[in-house]
C-alpha cells in the first residue's frame, strides 16, 4: 500500500526528494523513517493526518522537509545539504486511520513501504 521511490546516489552537499505514494486506503499520520545495515531503525520526520504539524529528528531539522500532497495520496521528504551520515534506506510509514498526531516512535505505525536507499558520495 505504501511505495517509495526518489532513492539513489548523490554527492555530499546534494539534494534528492523521496515519494511515498499510497496505492489505496487512508491514513492518518504518516512519517519517514531510516535504516542502516545492523543498526535500529530510526526516525527521520513526522507529519500530522492534516498536514499542518510536523516533527523532525534534530540530526535532520533545517535540512530535510516533510510535506503531503492530498490530492494524490502521496508523501514526500525533501532533503537538502546531504550528508554521508544521512546514506539509509528510507522507510515511509503510516498510522491507521483516526490516529491524527504525528509520532517518533516505530512502534506506532501501522503500515510499512519496502524502502528506498539512499547513497551518498563524499
Known amino acids: 500500500q505504501l511505495v517509495e521511490s526518489g532513492g539513489g546516489l548523490v554527492q555530499a552537499g546534494g539534494s534528492l526528494r523521496l515519494s511515498c505514494a499510497a496505492s489505496?486506503?487512508?491514513?492518518?499520520?504518516m512519517a519517514w523513517f531510516r535504516q542502516a545495515p545492523g543498526k535500529k531503525r530510526e526516525f527521520v520526520a513526522a507529519?500530522?493526518?492534516?498536514?499542518?504539524?510536523?516533527l523532525y529528528a534534530d540530526s535532520v531539522k533545517g535540512r530535510f522537509t516533510i510535506s503531503r500532497d492530498f490530492a494524490n495520496n502521496t508523501l514526500y521528504l525533501q532533503m537538502n545539504s546531504l550528508k554521508p551520515e544521512d546514506m539509509d534506506v528510507y522507510y515511509c510509514?503510516?498510522?491507521?486511520?483516526?490516529?491524527?498526531?504525528?509520532?517518533?516512535?516505530?512502534?506506532?505505525?501501522?503500515?510499512w513501504g519496502q524502502g528506498t536507499q539512499v547513497t551518498i558520495s563524499s
Open positions: 507529519i500530522s493526518w492534516s498536514g499542518t504539524g510536523t
Open positions: 489505496r486506503g487512508t491514513f492518518s499520520s
Open positions: 510509514a503510516a498510522r491507521r486511520p483516526g490516529l491524527v498526531e504525528t509520532r517518533a516512535a516505530d512502534e506506532e505505525y501501522d503500515y
